[in-house]
């Protein structure tokens, strides 16, 4: 029971298939939070007619 506790999955050979777009996908999600609140004013300005 131990050793299924204490395996992390290292031995596997193609660990680095599952990380890497793991990782790019973490870090896709955080620039688009990051910005969002930004891209959204941006989308609404265009939209909106002028009031003039």
Do not use: K, Y
């Amino acid at each position: 029971m131990q050793e299924l506790v204490l395996h992390a999955g290292h031995e596997h050979p193609n660990l680095i298939w599952v990380l890497v777009p793991s990782l790019l996908t973490f870090i896709a999600g955080l620039g688009i939070g990051t910005f969002s609140e930004r891209t959204r004013e941006w989308i609404h300005s265009q939209t909106e007619p002028s009031s003039e």
